[in-house]
């Protein structure tokens, strides 16, 4: 159960698009589509933002979208805006009745 | 409005045991699997354990397996933790969270999470 690999760090300047990546094995992220993404404001319990590789829950905006290649997932964030500042952790099954975490990317809005 | 309320928290010598609650409502707890998550301060998200929703399937992570144990008592609508033999590194926030799906067999993802419970493994 190795974490899954996420830059520690991105940027971008409002109205740009950012994607954060998140690289796992053939073993969870390449092997099936229970991929998620959450969002967490310092001091706060994550949200929620993506589940299903790119499928959004209701009331999170279509700005975050979701895709996945072989091993890696991404999280796309368009149009930034200051309020998207926060890390975000991807997630994975990784067979076996367990789940692995990204490390976390922490998101500037410069 | 879906509430989680973790308690049982504190400070506890390695080797130790603490039980952890997490309270639910607002929602049909006896329809969801629920799952514990953890965050070492100032550090990433870690999957602790997760339970099905009548109780039967119950996972953990291999860190926790054999010293930590997950149940439900869906009649109270509270979920648990049990850990026993604490190590320094088992020092963390822990979540509790509910399944974004009605009656999923796996707690894949999480719609709806606690404010936490602070567990601090110190001699």
């Known amino acids: 159960q190795s974490a899954l690999t996420q830059p520690p760090s991105a940027s971008g300047s409002p109205g740009q698009s950012v994607t954060i990546s998140c690289t796992g094995t053939s073993s969870d992220v390449g092997n099936y589509n229970y991929v998620s993404w959450y969002q967490q404001h310092p001091g706060k319990a994550p949200k929620l933002m993506i589940y299903?590789?790119?499928k959004r829950p209701s009331g999170v905006p279509d700005r975050f979208s979701g895709s996945k290649s072989g091993n890696t997932a991404s999280l796309t964030v368009s149009g930034l805006q200051a309020e998207d500042e926060a890390d975000y952790y991807c997630?994975?099954?990784?067979?076996?009745?367990?789940?692995?975490f990204g490390g976390g990317t922490k998101l500037t809005v410069l | 409005e879906v509430q989680l309320l973790e308690s049982g928290g504190g400070l506890v010598q390695p080797g130790g045991s603490l039980r952890l609650s997490c309270a639910a409502s607002g929602f049909t707890f006896s329809s969801y699997a629920v799952t514990w998550v953890r965050q070492a301060p100032g550090k990433g998200l870690e999957w602790v354990s997760g339970?099905?929703?009548?109780?039967?399937?119950?996972y953990y992570a291999d860190s926790v397996k054999g010293r930590f144990t997950i149940s439900r008592d869906n009649s109270k609508n509270t979920l648990f933790l049990q850990m026993n033999s604490l190590r320094a590194e088992d020092s963390a926030v822990y979540y509790c969270?509910?399944?974004?799906?009605?009656?999923?067999?796996?707690?894949?993802?999480?719609?709806?999470w606690g404010r936490g419970t602070l567990v601090t493994v110190s001699s």
């Open positions: 299903e590789v790119y």
């Open positions: 339970i099905s929703t009548v109780g039967v399937g119950t």
């Open positions: 969270a509910k399944d974004y799906f009605e009656s999923s067999p796996y707690p894949f993802y999480f719609d709806n």
């Open positions: 997630s994975s099954y990784a067979g076996s009745n367990t789940l692995v």
